[in-house]
């Protein structure tokens, strides 16, 4: 079955950087695009970057651009987020995400803090 399962979220002061990981198996990692979404306490889960199956193209929320990068190695079956510039307002629990036959599958998250 699909299985994804990130990693590498913490305590990070502003300004500080995180990079995340998605480990993925259950399917061909390589034919799907991937995504990172997030949820801060209270608010609706959100996009927050998307990558081609390929690693092509790469897409991301406006507040996030120029600061996270989305990348992928098909080689690992492993999708990254990278985090730079980290606000308070980065804190959530960031999950990973693929559509597959049609059905949303998710990891369980990993919880990015920023704070000082």
């Known amino acids: 079955q699909v299985t994804l399962v990130e990693s590498g979220g913490g305590l990070v002061q502003p300004g500080g950087s995180l990079r995340l990981s998605c480990a993925a198996s259950g399917f061909t990692f390589s034919s799907y695009g991937m995504r990172w979404y997030r949820q801060a306490p209270g608010k609706e889960r959100e996009l927050v970057a998307h990558?081609?199956?390929?690693?092509?193209?790469?897409n991301y929320a406006d507040s996030m651009k120029g600061r996270f990068t989305i990348s992928r190695d098909n080689a690992k079956n492993t999708v990254y987020l990278q985090m730079n510039s980290l606000k308070p307002e980065d804190t959530a629990v960031y999950y990973c995400n693929t559509v597959y036959f049609g059905m949303n599958y998710w990891g369980k998250g990993t919880l990015v803090t920023v704070s000082s």
């Open positions: 990558i081609t199956a390929s690693g092509g193209v790469t």
